[in-house]
């Protein structure tokens, strides 16, 4: 079982800067693939970033350039900098980890408005 805990959303003005954490529970957190999704109202979950047990990243075509995906493996901590945000990344942000199955945080609001 695998416990996820998201923190650092809130609310920002256009082209500020916000950072996500993820705590996760395990002791081998290090092979957990990670990932951060998003979940606009009256949209689908989709895929915001994600990153491998090798550290290599891939990012979803509208936050790349913005965003940043890392991992600290000491702290079992995934996190997310997001920079130059735009009124279009308001949403729910959810943590996910992918081990022997898929397991999500509670997610944390992103509201992006001036």
């Known amino acids: 079982q695998v416990q996820l805990v998201e923190s650092g959303g809130g609310l920002m003005q256009p082209g500020g800067s916000l950072r996500l954490s993820c705590a996760a529970s395990g002791s081998i957190f290090r092979i957990y693939a990670m990932a951060w999704y998003r979940q606009a109202p009256g949209k689908q979950r989709e895929l915001v970033a994600a990153?491998?047990?090798?550290?290599?990243?891939n990012y979803a075509d509208s936050v790349k350039g913005r965003f940043t995906i890392s991992r600290d493996n000491a702290k079992n901590t995934v996190y997310l900098q997001m920079k130059n945000l735009k009124p279009e990344d308001t949403a729910v942000y959810y943590c996910?980890?992918?081990?022997?199955?898929?397991?999500w945080g509670q997610g944390t609001q992103v509201t992006v408005s001036s």
């Open positions: 990153i491998d047990s090798g550290g290599r990243t």
């Open positions: 996910n980890a992918d081990y022997d199955r898929a397991y």
